[in-house]
């Protein structure tokens, strides 16, 4: 079946650096993909979808500013945490789909700690 | 090796019929276990969410139930709408890892 891999899978950070998150579709093409994070004890939630060649659509309350996408080909998409501060900690999890988008294929997720 | 299946694959129902969807697990040290519903061409949106310590949570038309000691969860959705057509997945979370099912496919009859 198709894979998605995630990079880093974990990485821990000083508050007020930035982290790139990869995520990328290793044998197939995502004309879109998903980002999702989620907080111990709660669940997944989506944060935005990210459309190559265009810019993200961020669900409500997610800062655009402060989690910047970037979905430059239609294999990888790039979750940027800026200025990051420990109530970013979480684990952040991709997904992306084929052409016909019926079927979601998920990344194993890259936890992160701010500290 | 932890494995969520998900049974039926897909299910097609008239409009106003209760139904359940179905949702096993290998491995019943879980921290908790959600449902998802998923729109073509959309991300996931959270349905509910089981703590391992719950039985069951409702939202709505919509109740899920939880048994880990025999690894299985249900979703029971009452008085379906045909805007209840999409694919629901279930999802285990244990030690930090979530493992999807592969969803059923449900579609609601007018």
């Known amino acids: 079946g198709a894979v998605v891999s995630q990079h880093p899978s974990w990485v821990i950070c000083k508050s007020g650096t930035s982290v790139k998150i990869e995520c990328r579709s290793l044998?197939?093409?995502?004309?879109?993909m998903f980002w999702y994070r989620q907080f111990p004890k709660q669940s997944l939630m989506l944060m935005a979808t990210?459309?190559?060649?265009?810019?993200?659509?961020?669900e409500q309350g997610v800062e655009k500013d402060k989690f910047l996408i970037n979905h430059a080909s239609l294999t990888l998409s790039t979750l940027t945490v800026t200025s990051a501060h420990p109530e970013d900690s979480s684990f952040y999890i991709c997904?992306?789909?084929?052409?016909?988008?019926?079927?979601?294929?998920f990344g194993p997720g890259t936890r992160l700690l701010v500290l | 090796k932890q494995e969520v299946t998900q049974i039926p694959a897909a299910l097609s129902v008239p409009e106003g019929e209760n139904l359940v969807l179905n949702c096993s697990f290998t491995?019943?040290?879980?921290?908790?276990l959600q449902w998802f519903r998923q729109d073509p061409g959309k991300g996931l949106t959270s349905l509910l969410l089981?703590?391992?310590?719950?039985r069951e949570q409702t939202s709505g038309r919509l109740n899920a139930s939880l048994d880990k000691s025999s690894g299985r969860s249900t979703l029971y959705i009452a008085a379906s709408q045909p805007g209840d057509s999409a694919t629901y997945l279930c999802?285990?979370?244990?030690?930090?890892?979530?493992?999807f099912g592969k969803g059923t496919r449900l579609h609601i009859l007018p």
């Open positions: 997904s992306g789909g084929g052409l016909l988008q019926e079927t979601q294929y």
């Open positions: 044998d197939f093409q995502a004309t879109t």
């Open positions: 990210s459309n190559e060649g265009s810019k993200a659509t961020y």
């Open positions: 491995d019943s040290a879980i921290y908790n």
């Open positions: 089981i703590q391992s310590s719950q």
């Open positions: 999802a285990m979370n244990r030690d930090d890892k979530i493992i």
